[in-house]
């Protein structure tokens, strides 16, 4: 069967079941090859491109538009040049950048200040938070992925600086008030301000605490009350987040043993923030676990340790599949999830990089979810 007498058909794409066989030419010129046979499913990116290459007509899935983000910036984002989120979202993490950059700033200059025994400049911290909260409220997914694929280089700035934008995505999600996701970021940022009073040789500490070092560790939230008395109009909301964010619901938690609404319900939504961030944090002895698995950990506590209200809400946030993990396909291929899908959060946008032999695709195409699309089977971090 010759290209020419191929008969006609309708276009095929992925999930299609084909009701006849399909034949290429053979390069030696002896004839028709078999390249699909009747009643076959179309599952990869690679059997499209090889009828496309034999004459078929077919659809190849839509890549997104190239980003408007620098490369630069798309880099540091974990993204290569040429691949990366699709222009709306890459867009909006161009200024998610920015305004986590100026907030980097700022914690910079909190502890520094807190270092050389000043009280921090209170009005700046108020008008980055403020800024933050403002931005993260209208999209808290593009300032939630950067939180795990911007670091800087220091860990107690980038911890912070995390469980301010968290704190202000979280609230916005629950529903609070535009004054509540204000208090909430500038909680965040401040909640860990009395580590900068314990040894650097114990925060730093690679290996497991010695009691006397742990409950060294331990007075950081009275620390970081002193810090705060200096400020006479600090809000009773972030005195509450910086002194009880290691309370759990169980009353296991330091400095009071508080137990379940006994604990400020900030302070719940900070301790699975913080639980959160410090799980799947890279640290200079520790890379951390990947965003999925500590997400996995922070739900199977709910209820227990942790409020199951924002555990929810952070799981609608982050998705099962945060951006910048590489997930395997139903298919054998695979890719990154390169944006969230607050639809479904076991479907989100994965730009398919990999054909299921694990060579390369050029170029790579998003998976646009529809029925009969391949299922996310598992990560690369989990060995799937």
Request: proline content about 5%.
């Amino acid at each position: 069967m010759g290209r020419d007498s191929r008969p006609s058909r309708r276009v095929l794409r992925i999930g299609d079941v084909l009701d006849e066989a399909l034949y290429g030419d053979c390069r030696g010129g002896t004839g028709p090859v078999l390249l699909m046979a009747a009643g076959q499913r179309i599952d990869t990116a690679l059997q499209l491109r090889r009828l496309k290459d034999a004459g078929y007509s077919v659809e190849m899935p839509s890549m997104y538009p190239r980003q408007t983000v620098t490369a630069s910036d798309a880099a540091r984002a974990g993204f290569g040049p040429e691949d990366g989120p699709h222009r709306e979202f890459s867009s909006r993490l161009r200024q998610a950048i920015e305004t986590r950059e100026a907030l980097v700033s700022t914690a910079k200059s909190l502890f520094r200040r807190v270092q050389e025994g000043a009280l921090p400049d209170m009005g700046a911290i108020e008008d980055a938070t403020g800024k933050l909260a403002c931005e993260v409220a209208s999209d808290p997914q593009a300032h939630t992925a950067l939180t795990y694929l911007l670091r800087c280089d220091d860990y107690t700035v980038e911890h912070s600086t995390d469980v301010a934008v968290l704190m202000a995505a979280l609230t916005s999600i629950l529903g609070l008030s535009e004054e509540e996701q204000r208090l909430a970021s500038l909680a965040g940022l401040l909640h860990d301000v009395g580590k900068q009073g314990i040894p650097e040789e114990i925060l730093t500490k690679p290996g497991a605490l010695t009691k006397r070092e742990y409950d060294c560790i331990k007075t950081h939230p009275s620390l970081g009350l002193e810090v705060l008395s200096g400020w006479d109009r600090c809000p009773e909301a972030v005195r509450q987040v910086v002194y009880q964010h290691h309370e759990r619901l169980d009353g296991s938690g330091y400095q009071q043993g508080l137990k379940g609404d006994g604990i400020h319900r900030f302070a719940r939504i900070a301790g699975v923030v913080d639980s959160f961030d410090a799980m799947s944090a890279r640290r200079v002895y520790s890379i951390g676990v990947p965003p999925r698995l500590a997400l996995r950990e922070i739900y199977s506590h709910r209820d227990v340790l942790f409020d199951s209200e924002p555990v929810l809400a952070l799981v609608k946030l982050i998705g099962v599949y945060p951006v910048g993990t590489r997930v395997l396909l139903s298919t054998g291929e695979s890719g990154v999830v390169s944006a969230p899908n607050m639809e479904d959060t076991t479907r989100p946008w994965v730009l398919v990089d990999k054909d299921r032999r694990g060579r390369s695709l050029d170029p790579p195409f998003l998976l646009v979810w529809r029925a009969g699309d391949p299922r996310i089977v598992g990560t690369s971090a989990e060995g799937a």
